[in-house]
């Protein structure tokens, strides 16, 4: 079993008075990590959100049908427990009532999730966001330069925990998590009845990794409304399928104030989603996977490191650009991302001055490992 990274940041919080929330799109190991949490103790009872049966047992509670219900236990695990009425109210009743008992809650949707506990556990809470297999997990499973080696195979069929696990099988088990898990959530949640325009759009994200997008031109590309366009992307970020960077912009008149580009959490879905498992010698947009797996490797290493930054790429009105900027504490890091290793970056002259406080960095095959290790 690959250990998770984030296994050793949870461990250190049990037992401190608060309630642990794990949130993660479905099948990136929500469940087996909370296994490993909880191996070899006797004392947990868990319960899952998905079977009516928990939500039935859950439908009207109180501190001394949870004295009953606990007993002797010390951990509770409620899996998918955004599906559960109430939750966040009624667990708030065991941080209140019952802090011997070490309560875990996780869930596919950060949305649902974080609007049901927010409010009732504010300050009873700590919350951690879960991601596909990262290439620090999986230098640590095995050794970094074999992950190295991996890397082609990795930008092509991502990390999900199952693609991982069955070299071989990698399309067969891409197919499945498209087909039968990136959109349960969201019919769930905002019963929405346009899969195909739904899935139109995630294909037309797809093809524009790494480039801005304008909801009125991908609203024309898939017959919906910008509104719409814009309520589907919110709900793809809650379902941590995409991410989205904004633009920045704080010194330059010509600086572009409201662009946005979107990235997927995992390459394997993006390719997964417009059908194309092509090598990268036969491919033309291998510099968008380049800078989509270098953007969420940092996205998940900094998560995992509980290190806070705010995100953004950069570009003027005449075109002068940077892939992706960090800032953290008023200091600036900004990424240029070249799949080719001989090929330059061109710094920004125009940027430095305006962000005088950056480090700049050019990260390709042959150095990328020493940001993510």
Do not use: C
Request: charged residues 25%.
């Amino acid at each position: 079993m690959i250990e998770r990274k984030l296994q050793k940041v949870i461990n250190d919080r049990f037992f401190n008075g608060k309630a642990i929330v794990l949130i993660g799109a479905r099948q990136v190991g929500k469940t087996t990590l909370l296994q490993e949490l909880t191996n070899g103790a006797n004392n947990i009872l868990w319960l899952n959100g998905d079977e009516l049966a928990t939500r039935t047992l859950l439908q009207e509670v109180s501190v001394e049908k949870f004295r009953s219900l606990i007993g002797s236990k010390k951990i509770m695990v409620v899996d998918e427990a955004q599906r559960i009425e109430n939750i966040g109210l009624k667990m708030k009743l065991i941080t209140d009532h019952l802090p011997e008992v070490q309560l875990i809650l996780s869930g596919s949707s950060s949305f649902e999730l974080a609007n049901r506990v927010n409010e009732p556990l504010t300050g009873r809470k700590w919350e951690y966001t879960l991601f596909p297999l990262s290439f620090a997990e999986m230098a640590e499973h095995t050794n970094a330069f074999d992950e190295i080696k991996h890397l082609p195979l990795r930008l092509v069929y991502g990390y999900y925990p199952d693609v991982v696990t069955h070299p071989g099988d990698e399309k067969e088990v891409l197919k499945q998590i498209t087909d039968s898990y990136l959109y349960k959530d969201i019919l769930e949640w905002e019963r929405v009845k346009k899969l195909d325009k739904l899935v139109k759009l995630l294909q037309s994200l797809a093809f524009q990794v790494g480039s801005e997008v304008s909801l009125t031109e991908l609203g024309q590309q898939v017959d919906l409304d910008k509104n719409t366009v814009e309520k589907y992307i919110v709900l793809l970020e809650q379902a941590q399928v995409i991410f989205r960077l904004g633009s920045l912009s704080r010194n330059l008149r010509n600086e572009l104030k409201t662009a946005r580009k979107i990235y997927f959490y995992d390459n394997g879905v993006r390719n997964a989603l417009i059908n194309n498992f092509n090598d990268l010698a036969l491919r033309d947009d291998t510099g968008a996977l380049w800078e989509n797996w270098m953007i969420s490797e940092l996205v998940k290493k900094r998560s995992y490191d509980r290190q806070f930054v705010n995100r953004y790429f950069w570009r003027t009105t005449q075109q002068q650009e940077i892939d992706y900027i960090e800032e953290a504490d008023g200091h600036f890091t900004a990424y240029e991302f070249k799949w080719n290793p001989k090929k330059k970056a061109k710094i920004s002259q125009t940027f430095l001055k305006a962000y005088p406080n950056t480090e700049m960095l050019t990260v390709n095959p042959d150095n990328f490992y020493t940001l993510l290790l």
